[in-house]
């Protein structure tokens, strides 16, 4: 049977650790009880270097409930994005199947059985999506809506209305950690591991206690990473524009001999208008190319794996195997 652990970030969440910790043993012991999973499965709190009660709560419960309630701690605050990483790495080791969720509880648990039934249905990450986000603010809700729209433009796949709240099997987990980059937008990694994936709809709660620990500068910051981590596309704007003024420049050469020849120009303003157009193309096409260059550096600087070798068949055996597996046997 598979071991499930539920990766849960802390930060400065005293209000709502033993909630959490009560709602999701619930849901363990249910879903152990329908032998949907193993025995010994855990919930693993990362405190993220809590400023507050929350690593001496997570002891708390680990001392009451030392199989099911497990905790890594962070030496200092790195992220909900790092702290996120960290605990699914850790997680991959002693377990087979992850599900990470917020401690809040906004995200409804109620869904992580159907998340389990179609990771036994052969989905190695299942994405829960937000229905509707009507206790969302109106200002998040669009501001959120339109940056989904933004990274669509701009050319990376995310999952709309889909934060961290997902399932992710033992093998999923090993192909994320993979990707070393730092710049982390973990919502727009899952799509590039290449797996099955499948998704479970849920309607978005209010907080259960205690204030957002995401602030409009830490969302301004996670959307700017996530654009600018995933795509060259803004490099290339510039060249783009750069080619249409030097275009425009032609235009403004015609315009500017016409008013020259006709004769009703001050002496002087023919040349100085030309050379602003001319030289204002120039200028940002050059930077423009230059931005390619610094974009194609800053692709391969990431090493991020190229792909991602599901299954091989051979003629022995019909092995599930990662290569990289292999390779790390040999190293
Ligand atoms: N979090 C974290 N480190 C941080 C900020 C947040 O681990 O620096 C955790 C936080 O404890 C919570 C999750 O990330 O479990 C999501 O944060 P929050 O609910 O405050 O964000 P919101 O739902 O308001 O976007
Ligand atoms: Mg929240």
Redesign the pocket.
């Known amino acids: 049977m598979d071991k499930l652990a539920i990766v849960?970030?802390?930060?400065n969440?005293e209000e709502v650790l033993k909630l959490a910790a009560d709602a999701l043993r619930q849901v363990l012991d249910m879903l152990i009880e329908k032998k949907k999973i193993a025995s010994d499965s855990f919930i693993l709190f990362v405190n993220?270097g809590s400023k507050d009660r929350t690593w001496e709560l997570i002891e708390e419960e680990h001392s009451r409930y030392p199989v099911q309630v497990c905790g890594v701690k962070l030496a200092g605050?790195v992220?909900?994005q790092f702290?996120l990483t960290a605990g699914l790495i850790t997680a991959m080791d002693i377990s087979d199947v992850t599900i990470s969720i917020?401690?809040?509880l906004?995200d409804d648990v109620a869904v992580i059985e159907e998340m389990i039934d179609k990771f036994h249905a052969g989905s190695d990450i299942v994405y829960g999506v937000r229905r509707e986000r009507k206790t969302d603010t109106f200002f998040k809700r669009t501001t959120a809506q339109a940056f989904y729209k933004l990274m669509g433009l701009m050319g990376v796949k995310t999952v709309y209305n889909h934060a961290d709240f997902r399932l992710m099997s033992k093998r999923a987990v090993k192909e994320f950690s993979k990707y070393k980059e730092t710049n982390l937008f973990l919502r727009g990694m899952m799509p590039l591991i290449g797996y099955q994936t499948d998704s479970v709809y849920y309607d978005r709660k209010e907080?259960a206690a205690g204030e957002?620990?995401?602030p409009l500068k830490k969302m301004l910051a996670l959307a700017f990473n996530g654009i600018s981590s995933f795509s060259v596309k803004p490099i290339s704007f510039i060249l783009g524009m750069g080619l249409f003024i030097i275009f425009i420049s032609l235009l403004a050469l015609v315009y500017a001999l016409f008013s020259y020849f006709t004769g009703h120009v001050v002496p002087g303003w023919t040349s100085l208008i030309l050379s602003i157009w001319f030289l204002g193309g120039l200028q940002l096409l050059a930077i423009g190319m230059v931005g390619q260059y610094i974009g194609k550096v800053y692709i391969e600087v990431k090493q991020r794996p190229r792909y991602n070798i599901e299954k091989i068949l051979q003629h022995e055996t019909d092995a599930t195997v990662n290569v990289s597996e292999a390779e790390d046997r040999e190293d």
């Open positions: 849960v970030p802390c930060y969440e993220d605050n992220g909900h702290a917020d401690a809040d906004q907080r957002s620990k995401y």
